[in-house]
T-cell receptor, first 108, second 110 residues
Framework: AQRVTQPEKLLSVFKGAPVELKCNYS??????LFWYVQYSRQRLQLLLR??SRESIKGFTADLNKGETSFHLKKPFAQEEDSAMYYC??????????FGTGTRLQVFP | DVKVTQSSRYLVKRTGEKVFLECVQD?????MFWYRQDPGLGLRLIYF???????EKGDIPEGYSVSREKKERFSLILESASTNQTSMYLC?????????FGSGTRLTVV
């Protein structure tokens, strides 16, 4: 079965520190990978997708097929980055398989 | 902006009741999905639909069914609610730029 693994349930950093949210996937083909974010009391929304190769709100993610990883990174965390982050993968069809999520807490 | 509207933000139902969760999208998307979101488990796919009157089981379909009579509306049905179905339910619609989620329905079964 396809699986997306986010090993950290909670990641706490201070403002200005670098952030890396880990994500590993299991699909051996050519997956599409995504990061979704859910801020407090807001709906889940797309942050970025690997095919776009863009930076959103200072976040980037690189697909590493050798390590089957799609880690989310930001060089300097901001308090407003505090949220729940989900890595997701689609394969063959349009179904998205989500990881269990990582809560990012950025302290002032 | 694509809008995905879930009719209820909070619901409290009794064990054994039949429960309907409604979801409407306004962008003529063909693909719609129902997930449940639980702490520590992430989002798990219950059912999805690629077109009117079409439905496919997701990873955890047991105890649920769906209805897609019109393209814009995708309903999740709990035939006989149980306490282990207490959860946050998220509906999503898929367009060219990925999924758009509704704001969720928090269902409590007592």
């Amino acid at each position: 079965a396809q699986r997306v693994t986010q090993p950290e349930k909670l990641l706490s950093v201070f403002k200005g520190a670098p952030v890396e949210l880990k994500c590993n996937y299991s699909y051996s083909g050519s997956p599409e990978l995504f990061w979704y974010v859910q801020y407090s009391r807001q709906r889940l929304q797309l942050l970025l997708r690997h095919i776009s190769r863009e930076s959103i709100k200072g976040f980037t993610a690189d697909l590493n097929k050798g390590e089957t990883s799609f880690h989310l990174k930001k060089p300097f965390a901001q308090e407003e980055d505090s949220a729940m982050y989900y890595c997701a993968q689609s394969y063959n069809t349009d179904k998205l398989i989500f990881g269990t999520g990582t809560r990012l807490q950025v302290f002032p | 902006d694509v809008k995905v509207t879930q009719s209820s933000r909070y619901l409290v139902k009794r064990t054994g009741e039949k429960v309907f969760l409604e979801c409407v999208q306004d962008m003529d998307h063909e693909n719609m999905f129902w997930y449940r979101q639980d702490p520590g488990l992430g989002l798990r796919l219950i059912y999805f639909s690629y077109d009117v009157k079409m439905k496919e089981k997701g990873d955890i379909p047991e105890g649920y069914s769906v209805s897609r009579e019109k393209k814009e509306r995708f309903s999740l049905i709990l035939e006989s609610a149980s306490t282990n179905q207490t959860s946050m339910y998220l509906c999503a619609s898929e367009g060219n730029y990925g999924y758009t989620f509704g704001s969720g329905t928090r269902l409590t079964v007592v």
